[in-house]
């Protein structure tokens, strides 16, 4: 049986994966797509539900594999869906720069498309049976999605 502490580590290993630059959906990145989404909202967060979907969001099927990832990671730990109460990802995309401790880059060396990129802040979270909140972050850089400018990958989308 798995121990509650550990589900930081799952947690982070989604975290991992789910920013990764491999993650895409029909051979684009994810995160891109995911702010282009954002960019015609009025908020600028984007946020999903790791155990019950919602009929109306957008991407549900795609969300629907990050569901499934989630799951089969916690029982490959050993987890039942019993030891948790709520677990999601938020990705907050923000206006201006970001003054954090999640993220620490120096821009003067990269080009000025770089620059230009918007900040966000992905977090993973998982709330326990017992109420503790397992939270992980990280944070980077992205462009609106552009099939103009992007290429697209030959990969399945599958995480």
Not at 55 to 77: G, S
Not at 138 to 150: K, L, T
Request: charged residues 25%.
């Amino acid at each position: 049986m798995a121990k509650r502490s550990e589900l930081k580590s799952v947690a982070n290993g989604f975290l991992g994966n789910f920013c990764s630059r491999n993650n895409d959906i029909d051979g684009y990145w994810a995160l891109g797509l995911f702010y282009q989404y954002v960019l015609h909202s009025q908020d600028n967060i984007f946020e999903f539900d790791l155990i019950e979907a919602r009929k109306d969001q957008a991407f549900n099927r795609n969300l629907d594999c990050y569901r499934n990832a989630f799951e089969k990671r916690l029982i490959r730990l050993g987890f039942t869906k019993s030891f948790i109460v709520k677990a999601g990802v938020k990705i907050t995309f923000e206006k201006a720069p970001i003054n954090s401790t999640y993220i620490n880059v120096d821009l003067r060396p990269f080009s000025r498309s770089l620059k230009e990129a918007t900040p966000y802040i992905c977090e993973v979270y998982i709330v326990s049976d017992l109420q503790k909140k397992y939270v992980v972050r990280a944070a980077g850089y992205c462009w609106p999605h552009d099939p103009q400018r992007e290429a697209r990958s030959a990969r399945i989308s599958d995480l």
